[in-house]
């Protein structure tokens, strides 16, 4: 399945054995992935997978009850907050809703991790925020309020702030969910763009097929908590397994089945087994 | 009976577990005063919007309260011949227990509801996570400067509270009822002790405004990330606010002037 990595130097991030819960919810259960550096990898899976919680581990939001993520080969979890912060200094995150602050412009956005983490002169400030803006295409819109802004003007934004700081590492969550043709066109350049001009190392965790193999060089599908496979995108399209082509191919039944788990449907439907009263009596006492 | 025991545990247990977040939350308030300090033009901009954008509402409606003080305070004292008393009464009773009280009452439903649900939307559209992500604390960047704030502005509204609250009683006691304006003043300056009544007044909104600005923080950082969670928070500001206030004022009342 998965092909081996020689050179161990080539990797960035390294999550091992790694299991985590949500309350008794196992949302990944033993799983192992290697992110390689200067290469774009997506994480792809259906919604409810965990894919925005794998990049809440490796940005050490959450902490996992077994295993271990690393980065640059430090144990992320075991790190002090001081020491938690300096590495988040070198990574950037893209949220799905920009999470950009609604309170301030779309200059001082950009300007805020700049004027939180350096002492840079206001001139240089403002040279660096056009920078990242005019790399996004949006220098003519740093007047505008966060709420001015379209779904994908906000991203790109949050996107020029994300690299505001020259980051090594880039994490997108979902960047391409909800956007029209045109919009999504422009993250996905963006992102190819970026990664090879500022030498990052990408992640996009999404479920956008074409997008996502259109620029991605790796790519793990991961379902029910467990890496189901890993390849280049024409290694997954060719793999014989049965999940892994409904899930490329967008077909509506097969091993993912189209039903939620549930009882017979003669039985449901006339009743038979009598569950529903008591359920909704029971449900009403609570 | 099992049930009811496992459900008393489970909602003791969540109570609990509540409270120490809260208590987390304030030690990090709390030893977030330097970097609150160091940056104090964050501190002043909360100030501005926690504490002058309340200061109509506190002044307004102490204006109200002194003058229902003075046309009650004056139906029950003319009975007995004693409206002489009336500017004592109107001052002791607001510089003692209204005016901390109402301002604290005020200050938790135009400025503590808003901060709940500043910080909770803040925490429902990711803010708060994307700056942890960008390695700033949104405890030093957004609590804290609130909370302070909150702090600082509540004894100065409990005052102008108060002040109008006298200017309102003067205006229906002297010019309205016609009680002598020497009088008036003279009773309410010679019985007013400043350290006994005015200090304590002032202790009791340094409490209030700390009990209330850590609700109101704590519930809106603590708060479901949903918009039906951020509207539960700020309700639940108002209400613990005002119980806390009312029992704390009774609790403060007791040890201040009790004679016990």
């Known amino acids: 399945m998965s092909e081996t990595i020689n050179n161990p130097a080539d990797v960035i991030i390294s999550v091992k054995d790694l299991s985590f819960y949500r309350g008794s919810r196992k949302i990944f259960d033993n799983i192992n992935l290697q992110i390689r550096r200067g290469r774009i990898t997506a994480i792809m899976g259906p919604s409810g997978t965990g894919k925005t919680t794998l990049l809440k581990l490796i940005g050490g939001q959450l902490r996992p009850q077994q295993g271990q993520v690393k980065v640059n080969d430090l144990i992320v979890d075991k790190l002090s907050r001081k020491q938690l912060f300096n590495l988040r200094k070198r990574m950037g995150m893209l949220f799905q809703s920009g999470a950009l602050l609604t309170d301030l412009t779309v200059y001082e956005n950009v300007a805020f991790p700049m004027r939180e983490h350096t002492r840079l002169p206001e001139t240089m400030i403002r040279s660096l925020v056009l920078m990242k803006l005019d790399a996004v295409g949006l220098r003519g819109a740093r007047k505008l309020m966060p709420s001015e802004l379209s779904g994908g003007m906000a991203r790109r934004v949050a996107l020029a702030r994300a690299i505001a700081l020259d980051p090594e590492i880039m994490m997108y969550d979902e960047p391409f969910a909800g956007q029209d043709p045109l919009s999504m066109g422009v993250l996905v350049k963006l992102i190819h763009i970026l990664n090879n001009a500022l030498d990052l190392t990408s992640i996009i965790v999404t479920h956008d097929i074409k997008e996502a193999f259109s620029i991605a060089d790796d790519v793990y599908l991961i379902s029910e908590g467990k890496v189901i496979e890993h390849g280049t995108p024409q290694q997954i399209q060719q793999s014989s397994s049965e999940w892994v082509q409904q899930f490329v191919n967008g077909h509506y039944d097969g091993p993912v089945p189209f039903h939620y788990p549930a009882p017979g449907y003669r039985n449901d439907l006339f009743n038979l087994a009598g569950s529903e009263q008591s359920q909704s009596k029971r449900h009403n006492q609570q | ?260």
């Open chain 2, 1 to 260: 009976m099992i049930n009811l025991l496992q459900t008393l545990g489970h909602s003791v247990f969540s109570r609990l577990s509540t409270l120490g977040r809260a208590s987390s939350l304030l030690m990090s308030l709390l030893s977030a005063i330097a970097s609150v300090l160091y940056r104090f033009r964050l501190l002043l901009v909360q100030m501005y919007s926690v504490g002058v954008l309340t200061f109509l509402i506190v002044v307004v409606s102490g204006f109200f309260i002194g003058m229902v003080l003075a046309l009650q305070g004056y139906t029950t004292l003319s009975d007995f011949g004693a409206e002489s008393a009336l500017g004592q009464m109107v001052g002791t009773s607001l510089v003692r227990e209204l005016g901390p009280v109402m301002a604290a009452l005020l200050f938790a439903g135009r400025a503590g509801s808003a901060l709940t649900a500043e910080i909770g939307l803040m925490k429902a559209t990711e803010q708060l996570s994307g700056m942890e992500m960008m390695a700033v604390d949104p405890i030093k960047r957004i609590i804290a400067p609130r909370f302070w704030a909150g702090f600082f502005s509540m004894p100065i509204l409990a005052l102008l509270l108060s002040a109008a609250g006298i200017i309102g009683g003067y205006l229906v006691a002297v010019e309205m009822l016609g009680v002598d304006n020497g009088i008036f003043w003279s009773r309410m300056q010679s019985t007013i002790d400043f350290k006994i009544d005015i200090m304590n007044g002032i202790i009791k909104s340094i409490v209030f405004g700390f009990v209330v600005t850590w609700i109101a923080v704590f519930e809106g950082y603590d708060a479901i990330p949903t918009s039906e969670g951020v509207g539960r928070a700020t309700t639940r500001t108002v209400v613990y606010s005002a119980f806390a206030i009312l029992g704390l004022d009774f609790a403060l009342t007791a040890l201040m002037f009790g004679d016990f």
